[in-house]
Structures are given as C-alpha cells and as structure tokens.
C-alpha cells in the first residue's frame, strides 16, 4: 500500500468518525431537573389532560425537566383518575393525600413538597 492511500484512508476515516460523533445529540439537562426528580422522589404526581391549557402551563413551567415529573393523563387512565377522586385538571396529589387543585407554579409545589427550587426560579 503506498503512503498516499495510506494517508487518505487514515484521513477518510478520521472525517467519518467526527461527522458521526458530532450528528449525535447531546444530554441537554434542564434547568430543574433536580427540582423535579425531588418531586418523583417524594412521590408527588400531577393528574391532567392534555387539552389542558392550565396543565400545559404548569408543564412549561419545568421545561425539558417536566418528564420527571410523575403524571397521569386522565383521559388515557380514567380509572387511575377516578380512582384519587380528580374532578380537575391540573390536581397536584401527595403520598400523604394533600391535594392541590388548579396552576400551582414552581414556588409553591416547592414549598409545600420540600423540594428546593434553583435560586433563578424562587
């Protein structure tokens, strides 16, 4: 193999792999993540539906953290919903069945879960 083909194979090679490596998609972590994994720990779930216009705000609220977030779309599980007695939409329930019934907003699912808010959201 002469020292050309081996150079152009070296550096075909070299631009594959970079052009692979960068179409990848980077872990883009949000804002509250962490916000909302404490929420997942503490076992507290938002009951909604997707044609919720207060559910959709209090989702866009967490960002891309919202799918740590534990919730139930009631029209897909309406037996769960019935179940916790959701009348409406968004319902905030707690492990100790403190409910919370309507647009919380990160401040006050915060304050009454424990869970710490980044400094730029309190």
């Not at 804002?31 to 994994?37: C, E, G, N, T, V």
Request: with cysteine; proline share 6%; aromatic share 12%.
């Amino acid at each position: 193999m002469s020292k050309k083909v081996l150079i152009a194979s070296v550096f075909v090679v070299t631009v594959l792999f970079l052009g692979i490596s960068l179409n990848f998609p980077k872990k883009v972590e949000g804002k509250l993540d962490l916000f909302a994994k404490c929420l997942a720990d503490k076992e507290v779930t938002m009951y909604g539906a997707a044609w919720c216009s207060h559910c959709q705000n209090e989702k866009a609220a967490f960002g891309n953290s919202f799918k740590f977030v534990p919730y139930v779309e009631c029209p897909e599980n309406p037996k769960e919903c019935l179940a916790k007695e959701v009348k409406s939409y968004p319902t905030w329930i707690f492990p100790d069945e403190r409910r919370f019934v309507g647009e919380q907003g990160l401040k006050k699912l915060s304050d009454e879960s424990g869970c710490a808010l980044p400094q730029e959201n309190q």
